[in-house]
C-alpha cells in the first residue's frame, strides 16, 4: 500500500467511518480494488500520476459500474494533503448509497 492508501485505511478500518464496513485489496471480477464497502457497493480508488488519463481505468470503472458499484478516485495528494475533505466525501457517498439500497 502507498502512504496515502494507509492514510485512508486507518480512517476506514474497523468501521470507522459512519460504521461502514470496509475491505482492501479486494478482488471484483477481473480486478482488485483498493477499498470497497460491499453494502453500498461503494469503491474507492487511491491514484498516483500513472493513472492520468488512463483507459484501463476507464474501462475497469465501466466494468464496475455495470455491475452496481459507485466508484470513488482520488489521487495521492488529495487524501495526503486533504484527507477530511476526502472522507466527506466518501461519508456523503456511502450515506447516499446505503439510503438506495
Not at 38 to 59: K, M, N, P, W
Not at 76 to 89: A, F, G, H
Amino acid at each position: 500500500m502507498t502512504d496515502a492508501e494507509r492514510l485512508l485505511w486507518r480512517h476506514l478500518r474497523a468501521h470507522r467511518l459512519n460504521g461502514g464496513k470496509f475491505r482492501r485489496q479486494q478482488v471484483l471480477g477481473p480486478y482488485i480494488v483498493d477499498f470497497v464497502h460491499f453494502g453500498a457497493r461503494l469503491v474507492i480508488e487511491v491514484d498516483g500520476g500513472q493513472h492520468r488519463d488512463s483507459r484501463t481505468d476507464r474501462e475497469r470503472d465501466a466494468w464496475l459500474t455495470n455491475e452496481g458499484f459507485k466508484v470513488l478516485r482520488f489521487w495521492n495528494n488529495d487524501v495526503l494533503l486533504e484527507t477530511e475533505s476526502v472522507l466527506n466525501m466518501i461519508l456523503s457517498a456511502l450515506v447516499e448509497r446505503q439510503a438506495c439500497s
